[in-house]
């Protein structure tokens, strides 16, 4: 996902639910280590929920049905919010209270240290699971969800390596090359020949259409190469310091400021409707992007999208799976979640939604590494990102590291686009906002 942050953020919940009906999460028992059911009957019926956010792809894969068929005493609910952060702030409020948690939960990359570091005695430790072998993850993909104490308390699901989706129609009617070689040379290397790029395009662009979705989304991307981001290797929060940062903000600002971004909030209504309407021709585009380009695009873009390499490798996003020690059934949670991030269902999820595997054997999948996408012009895609996968060089992360990236986009980047509010007040205002919510 993502996105997770995946992240998608808007405001509304959406809840899905399989065989029954509506989703109640009651309070839950306490659970072991190594976990258990409340029942000695292997085969007693239980019920397993899933909470998540954004689009991580079971139900899409039909990976659901699938585990439910071969396994009929379990029937699984699955409750997904669109607000990452929101989904956050009331995942630790239940993680506190030890009520209200679904058997599995999907955490975002951007909140696993903070995860690992302050509330890792609230999750079981998978490591230790029937069949979890952590070696089967990317080395650092493992590192990010494991405690000081060595505990391994997420699965991971997916990684983002980013690349550009363009449209190849409005580039055209801009006078820019549509080839996808020739449009990743346009930018090559640097993030700011993006913005030149952007520049270009806007001279003489289609009417009503902006060069990019939004300077939120350009910052994210930008920073996501940097080698420090919002902390330092220690966990600390370095954000008003961070060469990462400043570089990524200032891009941002000269994006906005050239109006070659349409300025919208990503993962928002206005947002998805202008994907229907083209208003921009390109966006940041970590892997599982392209799902939520086709669902919002719909018919009438197929083909008409691309997928371009991008100015620097980078990972923008993923998630894990983790299971609540507070939780009914740890054990069968366990096995679920073990399931669903496997090799094989990875495979799956990306051939159906875009989300690349972050398994070693999953991204060696023949699935993965023949895939074309016929929605975006036959695009290499397995190609293309899974070569984009082995170039991550990931940051530090830090506790904090998804509460400042939410305020500098979504408080910040944002101001200045909707209001045009003045780049030193927006930062100034950031800063406070921080202070407020992180005591740093």
């Known amino acids: 996902m993502r996105t997770t942050s995946r992240p998608r953020r808007a405001a509304v919940l959406a809840t899905a639910v399989l065989a029954t009906s509506a989703l109640l999460l009651t309070a839950c028992s306490s659970g072991s280590d190594k976990g258990g059911s409340s029942s000695g009957d292997a085969n007693a019926k239980i019920t397993l929920n899933v909470g998540d956010f954004g689009t991580f792809g079971f139900k899409e894969a039909g990976l659901y049905d699938e585990y439910m068929a071969a396994h009929p005493n379990i029937t699984i609910k699955y409750d997904t919010v669109q607000d990452?952060?929101?989904?956050?702030?009331?995942?630790?409020?239940?993680?506190?209270?030890?009520?209200?948690?679904?058997?599995?939960?999907?955490?975002?990359?951007?909140?696993?240290?903070q995860a690992t570091n302050t509330l890792g005695d609230k999750f079981v430790d998978l490591g230790k699971a029937e069949g979890v072998n952590p070696a089967n993850w990317l080395d650092w993909k493992a590192k990010q969800a494991t405690t000081q104490s060595g505990s391994l308390i997420g699965l991971g699901t997916d990684i983002g390596p980013m690349a550009i989706c363009y449209r190849t129609d409005l580039f055209q009617q801009a006078g820019l090359p549509t080839d996808r070689e020739a449009v990743g040379k346009l930018w090559a290397g640097d993030w700011s020949k993006f913005v030149e790029a952007g520049k270009q395009y806007q001279a003489k662009a289609p009417a009503g259409t902006f060069f990019t979705d939004s300077a939120s989304g350009l910052f994210n991307a930008a920073l996501s190469a940097e080698p420090v981001q919002y902390s330092d290797a220690s966990g600390k929060l370095v954000y008003k310091d961070s060469a990462g940062v400043k570089?990524?903000?200032?891009?941002?600002?000269?994006?906005?400021?050239?109006?070659?971004?349409?300025g919208l909030r990503q993962f928002q209504d206005p947002w998805n409707a202008a994907f229907a309407n083209a208003k921009f021709a390109t966006l940041a585009c970590p892997s599982w992007m392209t799902g939520i380009i086709s669902k919002y695009s719909g018919d009438s873009g197929k083909g008409k999208w691309d997928v371009a390499a991008p100015p620097v490798a980078s990972n923008w996003g993923g998630a894990f799976l983790t299971v609540p020690k507070a939780g009914k059934h740890t054990k069968e949670a366990?096995?679920?979640?073990?399931?669903?991030?496997?090799?094989?269902?990875?495979?799956?999820?990306?051939?159906?939604?875009?989300?690349?595997?972050?398994?070693?054997?999953?991204?060696?999948?023949?699935a993965v590494q023949g895939a074309k996408a016929e929605y975006f012009n036959n695009a290499p895609t397995g190609q293309i990102f899974a070569a984009a996968a082995q170039a991550i060089k990931p940051a530090p992360i830090g506790e904090q590291d998804g509460n400042v990236k939410t305020i500098i986009t979504d408080n910040g980047i944002l101001d200045i686009e909707e209001h045009g509010t003045d780049p030193a007040k927006a930062w100034t205002n950031v800063t406070k906002l921080v202070d407020d919510k992180t005591g740093h």
């Open 247 to 262: 570089k990524a903000w200032d891009l941002s600002v000269a994006a906005a400021q050239a109006k070659i971004s349409a």
């Open 334 to 366: 366990a096995a679920l979640a073990a399931w669903l991030t496997a090799p094989e269902q990875q495979a799956k999820i990306f051939t159906k939604v875009g989300n690349l595997p972050s398994t070693v054997g999953g991204l060696q999948q023949p």
């Open 84 to 113: 990452g952060q929101k989904y956050w702030d009331a995942l630790t409020t239940h993680l506190a209270s030890g009520s209200g948690l679904a058997d599995i939960q999907a955490v975002e990359v951007g909140y696993i240290a």
